[in-house]
Protein backbone atom coordinates (compact mmCIF):
# COMPACT_ATOMS: atom_id res chain seq x y z
CA UNK A 1 0.00 0.00 0.00
CA UNK A 2 1.40 3.51 -1.06
CA UNK A 3 1.34 6.10 1.39
CA UNK A 4 -0.08 9.43 0.72
CA UNK A 5 2.95 12.02 -0.54
CA UNK A 6 3.98 14.42 2.59
CA UNK A 7 2.67 18.18 2.45
CA UNK A 8 3.91 21.41 3.39
CA UNK A 9 0.99 23.58 1.84
CA UNK A 10 -1.36 22.91 4.97
CA UNK A 11 -3.63 21.52 2.52
CA UNK A 12 -3.95 17.99 3.52
CA UNK A 13 -5.26 17.14 6.94
CA UNK A 14 -2.52 16.46 9.77
CA UNK A 15 -4.23 13.43 10.16
CA UNK A 16 -2.84 12.36 6.68
CA UNK A 17 0.54 14.02 6.86
CA UNK A 18 3.58 11.57 6.63
CA UNK A 19 6.53 13.19 8.43
CA UNK A 20 9.69 12.37 7.35
CA UNK A 21 11.28 8.95 7.59
CA UNK A 22 13.53 9.61 10.49
CA UNK A 23 11.16 11.55 12.40
CA UNK A 24 8.54 9.14 11.95
CA UNK A 25 10.59 6.32 13.61
CA UNK A 26 11.24 7.85 16.72
CA UNK A 27 7.40 9.43 17.08
CA UNK A 28 6.21 5.82 15.95
CA UNK A 29 8.91 4.16 18.79
CA UNK A 30 7.39 6.54 21.73
CA UNK A 31 3.95 5.50 20.77
CA UNK A 32 5.42 2.17 21.31
CA UNK A 33 6.81 2.66 24.60
CA UNK A 34 4.19 4.18 26.11
CA UNK A 35 1.50 1.20 25.11
CA UNK A 36 3.93 -1.13 25.35
CA UNK A 37 3.43 -1.88 29.75
CA UNK A 38 0.21 -2.21 29.56
CA UNK A 39 0.25 -5.01 26.15
CA UNK A 40 2.21 -7.11 28.13
CA UNK A 41 0.40 -7.12 31.11
CA UNK A 42 -2.36 -8.87 29.93
CA UNK A 43 -0.79 -11.85 28.69
CA UNK A 44 1.74 -12.29 31.89
CA UNK A 45 -1.34 -11.61 34.40
CA UNK A 46 -3.07 -14.42 32.15
CA UNK A 47 -0.07 -16.80 31.98
CA UNK A 48 0.96 -16.36 35.96
CA UNK A 49 -2.42 -16.86 36.90
CA UNK A 50 -2.83 -20.10 34.67
CA UNK A 51 0.74 -21.24 36.13
CA UNK A 52 1.64 -21.91 32.64
CA UNK A 53 6.04 -21.82 31.95
CA UNK A 54 7.78 -19.32 31.11
CA UNK A 55 8.42 -20.22 27.71
CA UNK A 56 4.11 -20.52 27.73
CA UNK A 57 4.05 -16.74 28.56
CA UNK A 58 6.78 -15.82 26.29
CA UNK A 59 4.41 -17.15 23.15
CA UNK A 60 1.48 -15.27 24.42
CA UNK A 61 3.39 -12.17 24.71
CA UNK A 62 4.91 -12.52 21.16
CA UNK A 63 1.45 -13.07 20.01
CA UNK A 64 -0.34 -10.56 21.63
CA UNK A 65 2.43 -8.12 20.53
CA UNK A 66 2.03 -9.38 16.84
CA UNK A 67 -1.92 -9.50 16.98
CA UNK A 68 -1.70 -5.94 18.50
CA UNK A 69 0.15 -4.57 15.71
CA UNK A 70 -1.52 -5.88 12.37
CA UNK A 71 -4.46 -4.65 14.26
CA UNK A 72 -3.21 -1.06 14.89
CA UNK A 73 -1.74 -0.44 11.15
CA UNK A 74 -5.54 -1.56 9.98
CA UNK A 75 -6.77 0.74 12.48
CA UNK A 76 -4.66 3.57 10.90
CA UNK A 77 -3.99 2.71 7.10
CA UNK A 78 -7.99 1.44 6.32
CA UNK A 79 -8.90 -1.99 4.46
CA UNK A 80 -11.08 -0.48 1.77
CA UNK A 81 -14.65 -0.03 3.66
CA UNK A 82 -14.65 -2.31 5.35
CA UNK A 83 -11.54 -2.23 8.39
CA UNK A 84 -9.87 1.07 9.73
CA UNK A 85 -11.02 4.10 11.51
CA UNK A 86 -8.01 5.78 9.98
CA UNK A 87 -7.04 7.83 13.04
CA UNK A 88 -3.60 7.76 15.16
CA UNK A 89 -5.75 5.07 17.40
CA UNK A 90 -2.73 2.53 18.96
CA UNK A 91 -4.95 -0.74 19.68
CA UNK A 92 -3.59 -3.31 22.18
CA UNK A 93 -4.68 -6.38 24.77
CA UNK A 94 -8.02 -5.44 26.65
CA UNK A 95 -7.74 -5.60 30.41
CA UNK A 96 -11.58 -6.55 30.32
CA UNK A 97 -10.41 -10.13 29.34
CA UNK A 98 -8.59 -11.29 32.05
CA UNK A 99 -11.17 -12.27 34.26
CA UNK A 100 -13.38 -13.68 32.31
CA UNK A 101 -10.44 -15.94 30.02
CA UNK A 102 -8.80 -17.18 33.83
CA UNK A 103 -12.27 -18.33 34.76
CA UNK A 104 -13.39 -20.11 31.52
CA UNK A 105 -9.73 -21.14 31.28
CA UNK A 106 -9.36 -22.21 34.99
CA UNK A 107 -13.14 -24.68 34.54
CA UNK A 108 -12.95 -26.02 30.71
CA UNK A 109 -9.10 -25.24 29.65
CA UNK A 110 -7.41 -22.85 27.26
CA UNK A 111 -9.28 -24.11 23.90
CA UNK A 112 -12.65 -23.08 25.50
CA UNK A 113 -10.97 -20.00 25.97
CA UNK A 114 -10.04 -19.48 22.02
CA UNK A 115 -13.20 -20.98 20.99
CA UNK A 116 -15.28 -18.96 22.79
CA UNK A 117 -12.84 -15.32 21.36
CA UNK A 118 -13.50 -16.79 18.02
CA UNK A 119 -16.75 -16.38 18.39
CA UNK A 120 -16.91 -13.56 20.19
CA UNK A 121 -15.09 -11.95 17.19
CA UNK A 122 -17.48 -12.80 14.76
CA UNK A 123 -20.30 -11.56 16.46
CA UNK A 124 -18.52 -8.54 16.69
CA UNK A 125 -17.64 -8.12 13.37
CA UNK A 126 -21.59 -8.56 12.59
CA UNK A 127 -22.60 -5.64 15.28
CA UNK A 128 -20.24 -3.52 14.62
CA UNK A 129 -22.24 -1.56 12.21
CA UNK A 130 -25.52 -1.08 14.47
CA UNK A 131 -23.62 -0.43 17.74
CA UNK A 132 -21.81 2.41 15.70
CA UNK A 133 -25.80 3.98 15.17
CA UNK A 134 -25.69 4.67 18.63
CA UNK A 135 -22.93 7.49 18.57
CA UNK A 136 -25.74 10.33 18.34
CA UNK A 137 -26.97 8.80 21.62
CA UNK A 138 -22.64 10.00 22.68
CA UNK A 139 -23.18 13.85 22.67
CA UNK A 140 -20.33 15.89 24.69
CA UNK A 141 -22.36 15.04 27.88
CA UNK A 142 -22.10 11.49 27.58
CA UNK A 143 -18.73 11.20 25.77
CA UNK A 144 -16.51 13.83 27.73
CA UNK A 145 -17.68 11.87 31.18
CA UNK A 146 -16.97 8.48 29.73
CA UNK A 147 -13.46 10.01 28.20
CA UNK A 148 -12.48 11.45 31.65
CA UNK A 149 -13.31 8.61 33.97
CA UNK A 150 -11.21 6.75 31.14
CA UNK A 151 -7.81 8.73 32.39
CA UNK A 152 -8.77 8.83 36.08
CA UNK A 153 -9.89 5.29 36.48
CA UNK A 154 -5.98 4.22 34.83
CA UNK A 155 -4.09 6.48 37.44
CA UNK A 156 -4.54 3.46 39.44
CA UNK A 157 -2.55 1.08 37.74
CA UNK A 158 -0.13 4.15 36.88
CA UNK A 159 0.97 4.16 40.13
CA UNK A 160 1.17 0.45 40.81
CA UNK A 161 3.82 0.34 37.99
CA UNK A 162 6.04 3.25 40.09
CA UNK A 163 5.09 2.43 43.42
CA UNK A 164 4.60 -1.49 43.51
CA UNK A 165 1.52 -3.85 42.44
CA UNK A 166 0.93 -5.50 46.28
CA UNK A 167 0.40 -2.73 48.76
CA UNK A 168 1.69 -5.73 51.42
CA UNK A 169 4.99 -6.26 49.71
CA UNK A 170 7.87 -4.99 51.85
CA UNK A 171 9.56 -2.92 48.85
CA UNK A 172 6.27 -1.24 48.18
CA UNK A 173 6.67 2.23 47.67
CA UNK A 174 9.91 2.32 47.69
CA UNK A 175 11.42 5.80 48.26
CA UNK A 176 13.97 5.76 45.12
CA UNK A 177 11.29 3.75 43.02
CA UNK A 178 8.37 6.77 43.37
CA UNK A 179 11.70 9.43 42.88
CA UNK A 180 12.22 7.55 39.72
CA UNK A 181 9.04 7.67 38.20
CA UNK A 182 8.38 11.01 39.45
CA UNK A 183 11.30 12.49 37.89
CA UNK A 184 10.16 11.63 34.71
CA UNK A 185 6.67 12.92 34.96
CA UNK A 186 9.39 15.83 35.79
CA UNK A 187 11.74 15.37 32.95
CA UNK A 188 8.50 15.23 30.80
CA UNK A 189 7.45 18.68 31.91
CA UNK A 190 10.79 20.06 31.82
CA UNK A 191 11.38 19.11 28.31
CA UNK A 192 7.74 19.93 26.73
CA UNK A 193 8.19 23.59 28.51
CA UNK A 194 12.36 24.08 27.12
CA UNK A 195 12.15 22.07 23.84
CA UNK A 196 11.26 23.39 20.59
CA UNK A 197 9.54 21.86 17.12
CA UNK A 198 9.99 18.16 16.91
CA UNK A 199 12.19 17.69 20.26
CA UNK A 200 9.30 19.12 22.26
CA UNK A 201 7.09 16.24 20.04
CA UNK A 202 9.25 13.40 21.80
CA UNK A 203 9.61 14.41 25.14
CA UNK A 204 7.95 11.55 26.78
CA UNK A 205 10.38 9.51 24.90
CA UNK A 206 13.24 11.38 25.89
CA UNK A 207 12.54 11.45 29.58
CA UNK A 208 11.80 7.50 29.34
CA UNK A 209 15.52 7.37 27.85
CA UNK A 210 16.72 9.42 30.45
CA UNK A 211 14.85 7.69 32.85
CA UNK A 212 16.33 4.46 32.03
CA UNK A 213 20.07 5.23 31.85
CA UNK A 214 19.49 6.29 35.51
CA UNK A 215 17.76 3.13 36.64
CA UNK A 216 21.03 1.07 35.75
CA UNK A 217 23.25 2.17 38.57
CA UNK A 218 19.76 1.32 40.30
CA UNK A 219 20.34 -1.96 39.31
CA UNK A 220 16.38 -1.73 37.86
CA UNK A 221 17.56 -1.78 34.05
CA UNK A 222 18.02 -5.60 33.23
CA UNK A 223 19.22 -6.88 29.99
CA UNK A 224 19.94 -11.01 30.75
CA UNK A 225 16.72 -11.46 29.00
CA UNK A 226 17.86 -9.66 25.64
CA UNK A 227 20.83 -12.44 25.31
CA UNK A 228 18.63 -15.40 26.04
CA UNK A 229 15.64 -14.33 23.67
CA UNK A 230 15.89 -15.89 20.20
CA UNK A 231 15.80 -13.67 17.16
CA UNK A 232 12.38 -14.65 15.25
CA UNK A 233 9.45 -17.05 16.76
CA UNK A 234 6.24 -17.09 16.48
CA UNK A 235 3.23 -18.94 17.84
CA UNK A 236 1.76 -21.53 15.67
CA UNK A 237 -2.29 -21.39 14.84
CA UNK A 238 -4.13 -22.97 17.78
CA UNK A 239 -0.85 -23.79 19.81
CA UNK A 240 -3.10 -25.42 23.02
CA UNK A 241 -5.18 -27.28 20.70
CA UNK A 242 -8.07 -27.12 18.33
CA UNK A 243 -10.78 -24.51 19.49
CA UNK A 244 -13.73 -25.75 21.65
CA UNK A 245 -17.09 -23.99 22.14
CA UNK A 246 -18.78 -23.46 25.11
CA UNK A 247 -22.52 -21.45 25.53
CA UNK A 248 -21.19 -19.94 29.08
CA UNK A 249 -18.43 -19.86 27.98
CA UNK A 250 -19.02 -17.72 24.61
CA UNK A 251 -22.05 -15.39 26.25
CA UNK A 252 -19.00 -14.03 28.62
CA UNK A 253 -16.72 -13.42 25.49
CA UNK A 254 -19.21 -11.61 23.80
CA UNK A 255 -20.29 -9.37 26.51
CA UNK A 256 -15.94 -8.50 27.09
CA UNK A 257 -16.20 -7.46 23.20
CA UNK A 258 -19.48 -5.19 23.68
CA UNK A 259 -17.29 -3.88 26.82
CA UNK A 260 -14.41 -3.14 23.94
CA UNK A 261 -16.73 -1.68 21.84
CA UNK A 262 -17.58 1.29 24.18
CA UNK A 263 -14.48 1.77 25.49
CA UNK A 264 -13.16 1.74 21.58
CA UNK A 265 -15.70 4.27 20.56
CA UNK A 266 -15.14 7.15 23.74
CA UNK A 267 -11.06 6.63 22.79
CA UNK A 268 -12.20 7.30 18.82
CA UNK A 269 -14.31 10.01 19.87
CA UNK A 270 -11.64 11.36 21.33
CA UNK A 271 -9.05 10.86 18.89
CA UNK A 272 -12.01 12.67 16.93
CA UNK A 273 -11.58 15.49 18.74
CA UNK A 274 -8.19 16.05 19.41
CA UNK A 275 -7.67 15.97 15.95
CA UNK A 276 -10.26 17.90 14.52
CA UNK A 277 -11.78 15.34 12.14
CA UNK A 278 -15.54 14.39 12.61
CA UNK A 279 -16.75 10.57 12.72
CA UNK A 280 -19.53 9.03 10.81
CA UNK A 281 -20.96 5.96 11.51
CA UNK A 282 -18.81 4.00 9.03
CA UNK A 283 -15.82 5.19 10.49
CA UNK A 284 -16.46 4.29 14.00
CA UNK A 285 -18.19 1.27 12.28
CA UNK A 286 -14.85 0.45 10.70
CA UNK A 287 -12.71 1.21 14.08
CA UNK A 288 -14.79 -1.24 16.14
CA UNK A 289 -15.15 -4.14 13.26
CA UNK A 290 -11.23 -4.32 13.41
CA UNK A 291 -11.38 -4.92 17.32
CA UNK A 292 -13.60 -7.84 16.06
CA UNK A 293 -11.61 -9.01 13.79
CA UNK A 294 -8.80 -8.83 16.55
CA UNK A 295 -10.68 -10.90 18.75
CA UNK A 296 -11.08 -13.48 15.45
CA UNK A 297 -6.98 -13.41 15.08
CA UNK A 298 -6.37 -13.53 18.64
CA UNK A 299 -8.49 -16.83 18.64
CA UNK A 300 -6.38 -17.93 16.03
CA UNK A 301 -3.05 -17.00 17.12
CA UNK A 302 -3.08 -17.46 20.91
CA UNK A 303 -3.58 -14.30 21.56
CA UNK A 304 -6.45 -11.53 22.85
CA UNK A 305 -9.12 -9.31 21.69
CA UNK A 306 -7.59 -5.31 21.05
CA UNK A 307 -9.28 -2.40 22.16
CA UNK A 308 -7.74 1.47 21.55
CA UNK A 309 -5.28 2.21 23.69
CA UNK A 310 -5.85 5.60 25.98
CA UNK A 311 -2.46 6.45 26.87
CA UNK A 312 -1.79 6.79 23.37
CA UNK A 313 -4.53 9.05 23.20
CA UNK A 314 -3.15 11.11 25.96
CA UNK A 315 0.13 10.80 24.13
CA UNK A 316 -1.30 12.42 20.42
CA UNK A 317 -2.48 15.70 22.99
CA UNK A 318 0.30 16.08 24.77
CA UNK A 319 2.50 15.98 21.34
CA UNK A 320 0.16 16.95 19.11
CA UNK A 321 1.41 14.86 16.50
CA UNK A 322 -1.88 13.92 14.61
CA UNK A 323 -0.38 11.55 11.78
CA UNK A 324 -2.25 8.47 11.55
CA UNK A 325 1.20 6.98 9.74
CA UNK A 326 2.94 7.73 13.06
CA UNK A 327 1.11 4.87 14.46
CA UNK A 328 0.94 2.71 11.35
CA UNK A 329 4.54 3.07 11.62
CA UNK A 330 3.93 1.75 15.89
CA UNK A 331 1.56 -1.17 14.63
CA UNK A 332 5.05 -1.69 12.39
CA UNK A 333 7.25 -1.83 15.23
CA UNK A 334 4.74 -3.82 17.38
CA UNK A 335 4.49 -6.68 14.74
CA UNK A 336 8.65 -6.80 14.38
CA UNK A 337 8.65 -7.35 17.88
CA UNK A 338 6.03 -9.75 17.64
CA UNK A 339 8.18 -11.78 15.65
CA UNK A 340 11.46 -11.24 17.21
CA UNK A 341 11.70 -11.71 20.40
CA UNK A 342 14.87 -10.58 20.93
CA UNK A 343 13.37 -6.66 19.48
CA UNK A 344 10.70 -7.58 22.41
CA UNK A 345 12.67 -8.34 25.19
CA UNK A 346 14.68 -5.30 25.04
CA UNK A 347 11.99 -2.71 25.08
CA UNK A 348 10.34 -4.98 28.45
CA UNK A 349 13.51 -4.51 30.20
CA UNK A 350 12.79 -0.96 30.68
CA UNK A 351 12.17 -0.74 33.89
CA UNK A 352 8.34 -0.10 34.89
CA UNK A 353 8.75 2.62 37.37
CA UNK A 354 10.04 4.77 34.48
CA UNK A 355 7.44 4.04 32.07
CA UNK A 356 4.81 4.12 34.82
CA UNK A 357 5.86 7.58 35.02
CA UNK A 358 5.43 8.51 31.60
CA UNK A 359 2.37 6.70 31.54
CA UNK A 360 0.61 8.52 34.52
CA UNK A 361 0.73 12.24 32.49
CA UNK A 362 -0.95 10.19 28.87
CA UNK A 363 -3.61 8.87 31.03
CA UNK A 364 -4.28 11.94 33.31
CA UNK A 365 -3.89 14.05 29.58
CA UNK A 366 -7.03 11.53 28.39
CA UNK A 367 -8.95 12.99 31.64
CA UNK A 368 -7.89 16.44 30.51
CA UNK A 369 -9.22 15.92 27.23
CA UNK A 370 -12.69 14.41 29.11
CA UNK A 371 -12.74 17.84 30.68
CA UNK A 372 -11.99 19.70 27.72
CA UNK A 373 -14.92 18.53 25.94
CA UNK A 374 -17.62 18.88 29.03
CA UNK A 375 -16.94 22.47 28.19
CA UNK A 376 -19.40 22.33 25.16
CA UNK A 377 -22.41 21.20 27.70
CA UNK A 378 -24.96 23.69 28.48
CA UNK A 379 -25.78 23.26 32.43
CA UNK A 380 -27.98 26.18 32.93
CA UNK A 381 -31.89 24.96 33.44
CA UNK A 382 -30.98 21.06 33.21
CA UNK A 383 -30.27 18.00 35.09
CA UNK A 384 -26.71 18.02 33.23
CA UNK A 385 -24.63 18.37 36.37
CA UNK A 386 -26.59 15.80 38.24
CA UNK A 387 -25.70 12.95 35.04
CA UNK A 388 -22.27 13.61 35.30
CA UNK A 389 -21.86 13.59 38.99
CA UNK A 390 -23.75 10.42 38.89
CA UNK A 391 -21.63 8.89 36.25
CA UNK A 392 -18.47 9.69 37.95
CA UNK A 393 -19.47 8.75 41.37
CA UNK A 394 -20.81 5.63 40.53
CA UNK A 395 -18.59 5.18 37.70
CA UNK A 396 -15.49 4.98 39.75
CA UNK A 397 -16.14 2.55 42.14
CA UNK A 398 -14.76 -0.40 40.52
CA UNK A 399 -11.82 1.42 40.29
CA UNK A 400 -11.51 2.92 43.77
CA UNK A 401 -12.49 -0.53 45.71
CA UNK A 402 -9.89 -2.81 45.27
CA UNK A 403 -7.75 -4.58 47.15
CA UNK A 404 -4.18 -5.57 47.84
CA UNK A 405 -3.13 -6.04 44.17
CA UNK A 406 -5.25 -3.44 42.68
CA UNK A 407 -8.14 -5.83 41.51
CA UNK A 408 -11.82 -4.94 41.62
CA UNK A 409 -13.63 -6.05 44.19
CA UNK A 410 -16.82 -3.49 45.26
CA UNK A 411 -19.09 -6.24 42.85
CA UNK A 412 -16.85 -9.73 43.86
CA UNK A 413 -20.25 -10.71 45.40
CA UNK A 414 -22.02 -10.64 42.10
CA UNK A 415 -22.60 -13.26 39.51
CA UNK A 416 -19.60 -13.45 37.52
CA UNK A 417 -21.29 -12.01 34.23
CA UNK A 418 -22.06 -8.82 36.50
CA UNK A 419 -18.39 -8.36 37.66
CA UNK A 420 -17.25 -9.01 34.20
CA UNK A 421 -19.81 -5.51 32.72
CA UNK A 422 -20.38 -3.33 36.13
CA UNK A 423 -16.41 -3.88 37.24
CA UNK A 424 -14.88 -1.89 34.55
CA UNK A 425 -15.27 1.67 35.33
CA UNK A 426 -15.37 2.53 31.82
CA UNK A 427 -18.09 0.22 31.02
CA UNK A 428 -20.23 1.06 34.14
CA UNK A 429 -19.73 4.98 33.15
CA UNK A 430 -21.16 4.35 29.81
CA UNK A 431 -24.43 2.83 30.55
CA UNK A 432 -25.06 5.76 33.91
CA UNK A 433 -24.18 8.32 31.03
CA UNK A 434 -25.91 7.07 28.48
CA UNK A 435 -28.95 5.83 29.93
CA UNK A 436 -29.22 9.17 32.28
CA UNK A 437 -28.89 11.37 29.01
CA UNK A 438 -31.81 9.70 27.82
CA UNK A 439 -33.67 9.71 31.17
CA UNK A 440 -33.31 13.61 31.66
CA UNK A 441 -32.60 14.63 27.78
CA UNK A 442 -35.03 12.95 25.21
CA UNK A 443 -37.63 10.89 26.86
CA UNK A 444 -40.66 12.75 27.44
CA UNK A 445 -41.48 16.21 26.75
CA UNK A 446 -40.65 19.31 28.55
CA UNK A 447 -38.12 17.64 30.66
CA UNK A 448 -35.23 20.29 32.38
CA UNK A 449 -32.92 20.26 29.78
CA UNK A 450 -34.30 18.50 27.07
CA UNK A 451 -33.80 20.75 24.32
CA UNK A 452 -30.47 21.49 25.09
CA UNK A 453 -29.25 18.08 25.13
CA UNK A 454 -31.33 17.22 21.79
CA UNK A 455 -29.04 19.88 19.91
CA UNK A 456 -26.33 18.25 20.78
CA UNK A 457 -27.53 14.79 20.16
CA UNK A 458 -28.24 16.42 16.92
CA UNK A 459 -25.16 17.97 16.43
CA UNK A 460 -23.23 15.01 16.98
CA UNK A 461 -25.57 13.08 14.49
CA UNK A 462 -25.21 15.91 11.74
CA UNK A 463 -21.19 15.69 12.64
CA UNK A 464 -21.44 11.78 12.13
CA UNK A 465 -23.08 12.45 8.50
CA UNK A 466 -20.74 15.43 7.35
CA UNK A 467 -23.96 17.48 7.68
CA UNK A 468 -24.61 20.68 9.25
CA UNK A 469 -28.69 20.27 8.18
CA UNK A 470 -31.42 19.92 10.43
CA UNK A 471 -32.34 16.78 11.45
CA UNK A 472 -36.18 15.62 12.41
CA UNK A 473 -37.00 18.76 12.90
CA UNK A 474 -34.59 19.83 15.57
CA UNK A 475 -31.67 22.63 14.42
CA UNK A 476 -28.47 20.90 14.84
CA UNK A 477 -26.80 23.74 16.91
CA UNK A 478 -23.63 23.78 18.41
CA UNK A 479 -23.35 21.30 21.66
CA UNK A 480 -22.61 24.53 23.69
CA UNK A 481 -25.51 26.16 23.35
Same mark, same amino acid.
Given at each position: ?24 ? =? ?62 ? =? ?47 ? +? ?16 ? +? ?50 ? =? ?23 ? =? ?162 ? +? ?83
Amino acid at each position: MRLPQSSTTGERHPVDEVPPPSRLA =VLSLQHVFIMYAGAVAVPFIVGNALKLDFATIALLVNADLLVAGIATIIQAVGVSKVLGVRLPV =VAGATFTVVSPMITIAAKHGLPTVYGAMLVSGVFGLIIAKPFAKMIKFF +PPLVSGTVITVIGLSLIG +PGAGMIAGHDTTAKDYGQVSHIALGLGVVALIVIFARTLRGFLGQTAPLLAI =VVGSLVAIPMDLFHLEGVSSAPWFG =VSSPFHFGAPRFDAAAIISMCIVLLVTYTESTADMLAVAEMTDRKLSEDDIARGLATDGLSAVLGGCMNSFPDTAYAENVGLVQMTGVRSRWVVAGAGGILVTMGLVPKVGAFVAAVPEQVVGGAALVMFAMVTAVGVQTLKKVEFQDNHNLLVIAVSLGVGML +PAVATDSFGNEVFFKQFPSWAQTVFGSPITLTVILAFTLNLVFNHLGSGRPGAKDTAAEGAAAEAAAAGSTSTQSGTEAQPAAT
